[in-house]
Structure formats: C-alpha cells, structure tokens
C-alpha cells in the first residue's frame, strides 16, 4: 500500500506545476501557426508544451525519490537522459525547423544510445516455454527500433486538441498499473509522474490554447517506449504489453505508412491520410475524434493491464486479437475515405 501511495504521489506532484509551466510557456511567445495545409488550426497557436511536461515530469519524479528515499532504477535515468535529447531535438524542430532526414537520424541516435546503455531485452520470448537469447546487435537494433517507432508514432498523432496527449496519459497510467503489478515500482512511479504532468498538459490542450509540439511528442514517446523496453527486459515473456499500450498509435501510423507506400505515395512528404486527419475532414470535431481515440486507448490499456496480471498465452492472443479489430476499424475508415475523395491528396 506505502507503493501505491508513492505512485499516487509521483503523479499528484506533477500536476500541479505542469499546469504552472505550461502558463509560463505560453507567455514565451513561440506559436505554431498554420502556415501548411496540413495544420487544422485557424490562428497561430503557443507551443512548446512538452517542455512544461518534462520539466514536471522530472520534478515529480525526483520530489517523490527524496520523499521515499529509495533507490531509483539506474536504467530509468538513462531513459530520462535519451528522452531529454529527444525533447531538446523537439525544440530544435519547433523553433528553428528541421529536415525530416536530420530530425529522423537524431531520434536514431537516441534509440541506439538508450539501447547501447542497457535498457534493452535480452531475450525474445514470445510465447511460454519458448525463449531465445538475442545477439547484442540484435538486441540494440530491435529496441532502438521501437524507440523510434514509438518517438514518431507519437509525433504523427498529435494533430489534434487533446488528441496524442490524451491518449498518451492513458497509456501511461496503463504503464504505471502493469509496472506496479509486475513490482516494478520504480517504472510505476516514472510512468505515474509523467501521466500526472500531461493531464496538467490537457488543461490547455483540449481547448486548443497550447500545443506539446514535437518536443512534447518524442518527449512522451521515448520515456513511454523506454519504460516499455525496461519491463520487457526485466520480464522478458511480456513483451507484447508495450505494443498492446501503445497500438492506438502504432496502427493508424504503421497502417497509413504501408496505404502510402503501397500506392506511391512519398512517405517523408506532408499529408493528412491519418484515419483521424480523416474524420476531421469528414466534419468531426476535434473533442470528439479525441473522445473516441480516447475510449480506444483505454481498451488497450485495459487488455494490456489484463496481459500483465494473466500473463502466459494471454498477452499474444490479446495482442492478436486488438490487432485485428484495429486493423479492420482503419481499413473501413479508410475506405470510406477514398471513396469521399478524403484521402491521398498531397499538401503543401
């Protein structure tokens, strides 16, 4: 229960201040204004949120530390360290704009930094009874793989009021939950932190008034992926927790990839081919593509909490099964939106 209680803490402690910065950040004067087609905002809009985020995030974390005294996981610093460096690549993106290619190979950099320094898994399991110990460079290259996957997944989401930040609150709460049944307090209480300091964030979000940015975005991506891969390595025969969290990002992502690609389409090239970029030019409005997004990631957090407390089977028939559904929900959207003449447009 003395756990429970920290974890509670760790994120009570974060949302406080993160409602605080993110006022002070707005004041800096940094906006995203809608200066593409791709951009759904009609006025410039402040941004750099995921600042305030990580500041709270880190503050929560080290405030709950000294008030339990305990020893914190030496590989969770190195995810704070590798999600800095992401967030200061953020920054660079949001104020001065960078190449697609430049940004891409900094969040490599922090994938491979994170994995090289040893929060990685070192066995793949994906099933009872079957489990092989991976060579160092597969190893590294697969975990700096989902980093950046997750980092972009994330990043691609965030076009919309509360949408990627909701939806990453939830699925940090789902990680702090999985963590704490699994024992892992020290994961519980990192994720706990940053839940508390994006809903801070959600304040100002959902109505539209400030903007996490792409420092907000590779923020929350690279600790909500790092913290994923620390579980997994710990608990190698729940690797597909993490995937099950984080697949209301992964699937409309990976999925409009592989439609683009399949059709031509360059994938570096701006776009509004997302099934929720679709929804919106069908009429919806932003609180209610958020609102269902939401409902959906708090099915993923379910089944993955489900996964971690049954464990065995269950995490690979459960993570099949979502999958599947997900799958079909974004082929049918996406269908609807080709033959509405929504989709496959290019912007400048």
Known sequence: MDQVLRILVGLALAVAPSVLLCRVVMSLGVVDAPTEARKTQAAPVPTLGGVAIALSTLLAISVDNELWSGDFNPMLF?????????????????VLGLRAVVKLLALTAVGLGIAYAG?????FA????????????LAIGGSALWLVVVM???????????????????ASAGLAVCAALLGRWDCAVMAGALTGALCG??????????FAGDAGALFVGAVLGGIGLEIVRLRPDLMLVPPILMLPFLSDVLLTLAWRAKHGKKLFEAHRDHSYQIAIKAGLKHWQVSSVHAVWAMNAAIVAILSALLARQIPVILFVLLLLVSTWLHMKIRRAGVENGLVGKEIA
């Open 78 to 94: 190195i995810v704070g360290g590798g999600a800095i460096v992401a967030l200061l690549t953020g920054v660079a993106d949001d």
């Open 119 to 123: 929060v990685r898994p070192e066995v």
């Open 126 to 137: 994906p099933w009872p009874g079957l489990a092989w110990p991976m060579p160092v460079w």
């Open 152 to 170: 972009n997944a994330v990043n691609f989401m965030d076009g919309a009021n509360g949408l990627a930040m909701g939806m990453a609150a939830i």
């Open 201 to 210: 964030f959600l304040v100002w979000n959902v109505s539209g008034r400030l």
